[in-house]
C-alpha cells in the first residue's frame, strides 16, 4: 500500500517523524479517497495549538482517523475519506485533551459498586502504567452487561535509557462477567512519551465534539467553542 501511503502522508502533515509517531500510524484508520465525506471547522476556544485530532465512528470504536491540522496557530483541521456516519471527536492539546465520546447509547444505569469494581479492574490492567486515571465511565448494570470509560494510563517513572513518562489516553471496554467487571479490548488514543512536568493533562468533555454526522460531502463545522 504505498509504504502505507507515505507512512500516513507523514502522520498528516505532523511534526518530524518518531518512534510514538510510527507507532499511532498502525493505530489509526487509513482514509478511504472513494468516499466524499469529511469534516473541517476550527478550534476558536481554547486558542492552542492542536498537537492530535481524531475521530471516532459510533457504529465502530475500533476503527479510529487522524485528521489533518493546519494554519499557522494549528488550530484548523479537517478529516478527509470519511464512510458516512456519526463520529465523535478528541481533540488533544499539549497541556490538556477533550473528548465528545458517546460512551453509551442509553442513560447509564452502573451503581456505585459497578464504579467501584470497574475502577478496580481498570487499576489492575497493564501494570507497566503506575497509574490509571478514569475519567469517565457509563454503562448498564447486570449480568453481562458492558460499560466504557475513558482513562489515561500513566507510567510516571523514567528509565536508564530516557527521563520521560510514557503516557496514553485510552477507551476502555468492559463486561460483567458475573464475579465482576473485566477489561475485554482497550483502545490506545495516543500514545507518547512526555515531559514529567506536563504528564497528566486536565481532561474535559465537550457536547460540540459529540455525535458529529458525516454524509457525501465534507461538512463545514466552522467555529468551535469546546466550553460548551
Not at 102 to 123: C, G, M
Not at 128 to 150: D, M, P, Q
Not at 176 to 189: C, F, K, M, S
Request: charged share 25%.
Amino acid at each position: 500500500m504505498a509504504f502505507r501511503t507515505l507512512l500516513f502522508a507523514l502522520l498528516l502533515a505532523g511534526s518530524a517523524f518518531s518512534s510514538d509517531s510510527l507507532e499511532r500510524i498502525r493505530l489509526y484508520t487509513m482514509p478511504d479517497p472513494a468516499n466524499p465525506g469529511g469534516l473541517k471547522g476550527r478550534i476558536a476556544h481554547p486558542e492552542l495549538p492542536i498537537e492530535q485530532i481524531l475521530a471516532m465512528p459510533d457504529v465502530n470504536p475500533e476503527e479510529l482517523y487522524a485528521g489533518e491540522i493546519t494554519g499557522p496557530k494549528r488550530d484548523t483541521f479537517q478529516f478527509t475519506g470519511l464512510p458516512a456516519g456519526k463520529y465523535d471527536l478528541v481533540v488533544i492539546y499539549d497541556s490538556s485533551f477533550y473528548e465528545g465520546l458517546q460512551l453509551n447509547r442509553d442513560t447509564s444505569t452502573l451503581t456505585p459498586d459497578d464504579r467501584k469494581n470497574i475502577e478496580a479492574a481498570i487499576q489492575k490492567s497493564e501494570p507497566f502504567f503506575s497509574k490509571k486515571v478514569v475519567h469517565r465511565v457509563e454503562g448498564l448494570t447486570g449480568r453481562s452487561s458492558a460499560a466504557r470509560g475513558i482513562c489515561t494510563y500513566l507510567r510516571d517513572k523514567g528509565s536508564s535509557e530516557r527521563a520521560d513518562f510514557r503516557r496514553t489516553y485510552k477507551l476502555v471496554i468492559l463486561k460483567d462477567v458475573g464475579p465482576g467487571w473485566q477489561i475485554v479490548r482497550a483502545r490506545d488514543l495516543y500514545p507518547v512519551w512526555t515531559d514529567p512536568r506536563h504528564a497528566l493533562p486536565p481532561h474535559h468533555f465537550s457536547a460540540a465534539l459529540n455525535q458529529l454526522r458525516v454524509a457525501d460531502q465534507m461538512k463545514d463545522l466552522g467555529e468551535i467553542d469546546l466550553a460548551r
